[in-house]
């Protein structure tokens, strides 16, 4: 199957999430990436990762039961909610660098200084407790969250996250 434009994925990402595999629109957009179907839950795993590291990101799929949204309401228990994606730069855990539009024109050279210049002040900054260097801000994208994880306090990205929490 083709690969979706991975200018187009961030979008698509965005606009399914919350869904669940019996969603057609989502189950098509699994085929193109060739990650469907989504297996099932192990025995005490509340969380599904479809990684593909040679393309740079990481799909994830919660147990409806430990979803804290709106949209897991009335949905059973192994019920897998489609709850973010991550995008990865290059050399993260194994990952190479996601190459389609990252959201807000930004770019796997910038910092943290240069994201929240081109987003804006996040809702949320994180630093480590123990260091107390910077290690991620957080905006609110409509009624999703993105996330700018950083390295080196700041100095570069390491990766996004788009999701529910």
């Not at 979706?4 to 698509?12: I, K, N, Q």
């Amino acid at each position: 199957m083709k690969m979706p434009d991975t200018e187009d994925m961030l979008a698509s990402v965005e606009r399914l999430l919350g869904r669940t595999p019996d969603d057609n629109e989502l189950r098509s957009f699994l085929q193109q990436l060739g990650k469907w179907p989504v297996p099932e839950f192990g025995p005490e795993e509340l969380t599904i990762y479809l990684e593909d590291k040679a393309r740079g990101f990481c799909l994830v799929f919660d147990d409806s039961s430990t979803v804290r949204h709106p949209i897991a309401a009335n949905k059973s228990p192994q019920t897998a909610i489609f709850v973010g994606c991550f995008f990865y730069s290059e050399g993260v855990d194994g990952y190479h660098a996601f190459t389609g539009s990252l959201p807000y024109g930004i770019t796997w050279s910038d910092n943290s200084t240069t994201t929240v210049s081109k987003i804006g002040p996040p809702k949320h900054e994180i630093k480590n407790k123990n260091t107390g260097l910077l290690s991620s801000h957080r905006w609110q994208v409509g009624q999703w969250m993105l996330t700018v994880r950083y390295k080196g306090g700041g100095s570069s990205i390491r990766h996004i996250h788009l999701g529910i929490i």
